[in-house]
């Protein structure tokens, strides 16, 4: 069974920066779909960011131009850069990865909180 590890979140205060990683137990690079997904309390889980079909990506229009997701195919690591942080972001952050489109993989979650 495949394993996400996730990492990087923390407390950061309005306008600075963070990076998520996503470590796979497995290779990523024959992977269909990659994401990162975000829950705040009360509310629904909200797509964040995406790679799919290889090389297209899509941002949630809330994120566009600060946020970035990118892969590392040697380290087997999704990342998630996040920059100009503001409060409306915090929430707890998801990693997906599909290998097949019949299975999606989650990571346990890291909290990202952005507070002054």
């Known amino acids: 069974q495949v394993q996400l590890v996730e990492s990087g979140g923390g407390l950061v205060q309005p306008g600075g920066s963070l990076r998520l990683s996503c470590a796979a137990s497995?290779?990523?690079?024959?992977?269909?779909?990659m994401g990162w997904y975000r829950q705040a309390p009360g509310k629904q889980r909200e797509l964040v960011a995406e790679?799919?079909?290889?090389?297209?990506?899509n941002y949630a229009d809330s994120v566009k131009g600060r946020f970035t997701i990118s892969r590392d195919n040697a380290r087997s690591t999704m990342y998630l850069q996040m920059n100009s942080l503001k409060p409306e972001d915090t929430a707890v952050y998801y990693c997906?990865?599909?290998?097949?489109?019949?299975?999606?993989?989650w990571g346990q979650g890291t909290q990202v909180t952005v507070s002054s």
């Open positions: 497995r290779s990523i690079f024959s992977v269909v779909y």
């Open positions: 790679i799919t079909t290889g090389t297209n990506t």
């Open positions: 997906d990865i599909a290998w097949n489109t019949r299975q999606h993989n």
